[in-house]
């Protein structure tokens, strides 16, 4: 069952909100899934979704060992103009609770001239298809604003993300270099 956001879970949704990114995503074992961008007031709902993320896929997420997410890193990933920065939440209800499930996001650098693009999906639901359909989405967003070149950095283990990535519908390069495998999508 997905979330509607209607009386207690109705969050405020600040100036220049994309409400047309809003919807449904359908995982592979036939449940639905309500997405939506990120809003203001996510910190906690993001930190909470960190918190259930194995070290594993901590890891794969930040290429680093990280316990928590610092105060400055929950207000960036938060506080997003939905242009050149933005991200996409895949939210369910939870003990009566909205929680975040998955976020999928993008940051142009206007002086490299690209967009890195990540994804991050909570243990418990991956492999149903959720990181692959936020990772289209996120990058159809991106289009959509006039990005056409995304990068992300993955560790060379982590086959899945580079599966994933292998199956979009672009030009997707993958170079090794420095311990890392860097991605280039041009769409």
């Given at each position: 069952m997905f979330l509607?956001?209607?009386?207690?879970?109705?969050?405020?949704?600040?100036?220049?909100?994309?409400?047309?990114?809003?919807?449904?995503?359908?995982l592979k074992d036939g449940r639905s899934v309500f997405t939506r961008p990120i809003l203001n007031s996510d910190e906690s709902l993001l930190e909470g979704l960190f918190e259930r993320l194995s070290p594993q896929s901590r890891y794969q997420r930040f290429l680093a060992t990280l316990k928590s997410l610092s105060e400055e890193m929950l207000y960036n990933f938060t506080h997003v103009d939905y242009e050149s920065r933005c991200a996409i939440v895949a939210v369910i209800e939870e003990e009566g609770k909205e929680a975040i499930i998955a976020v999928a996001r993008y940051g142009y650098d206007p002086v490299e001239k690209m967009t890195d693009v990540a994804v991050a999906v909570r243990d418990d639901w991956q492999q149903l298809g959720l990181g692959k359909q936020l990772l289209k989405k996120i990058i159809q967003i991106g289009k959509d604003h006039g990005m056409s070149c995304?990068?992300?950095?993955?560790?060379?283990?982590?086959?899945?993300?580079?599966?994933?990535?292998?199956?979009?519908?672009?030009?997707?390069?993958?170079?090794?270099?420095?311990?890392?495998?860097?991605?280039?999508?041009?769409?």
């Amino acid at each position: 069952m997905f979330l509607q956001l209607k009386g207690p879970y109705m969050p405020d949704k600040p100036e220049g909100y994309p409400s047309r990114y809003e919807g449904l995503i359908t995982l592979k074992d036939g449940r639905s899934v309500f997405t939506r961008p990120i809003l203001n007031s996510d910190e906690s709902l993001l930190e909470g979704l960190f918190e259930r993320l194995s070290p594993q896929s901590r890891y794969q997420r930040f290429l680093a060992t990280l316990k928590s997410l610092s105060e400055e890193m929950l207000y960036n990933f938060t506080h997003v103009d939905y242009e050149s920065r933005c991200a996409i939440v895949a939210v369910i209800e939870e003990e009566g609770k909205e929680a975040i499930i998955a976020v999928a996001r993008y940051g142009y650098d206007p002086v490299e001239k690209m967009t890195d693009v990540a994804v991050a999906v909570r243990d418990d639901w991956q492999q149903l298809g959720l990181g692959k359909q936020l990772l289209k989405k996120i990058i159809q967003i991106g289009k959509d604003h006039g990005m056409s070149c995304f990068s992300a950095v993955a560790d060379p283990q982590n086959l899945v993300i580079k599966h994933i990535f292998a199956e979009l519908d672009c030009d997707v390069k993958f170079i090794s270099g420095g311990g890392y495998v860097h991605i280039n999508v041009n769409v």
